[in-house]
């Protein structure tokens, strides 16, 4: 749209065929490094338990 070749009130559909992975070091500098957890059943609840409730308590603070 800023360039020109797109009107601002057409409608453009976007396909993404990948994801992401062939790419990482495009956005390498932009993200944190990931977390890593043993790999067993209850070490993955408990971190997802732990990001579910601080999401759900920021959803909160917005409400």
Known sequence: VESG?????ERTVVYVTGNGL???ETIAGAL???RSIKPTYSEFTKKFSNIAKKQELTHQEVN
Request: zero cysteines.
């Open 5 to 9: 070749h797109i009107d601002p009130e």
């Open 22 to 24: 062939k790419a990482q």
């Open 32 to 34: 944190d490094s990931p």
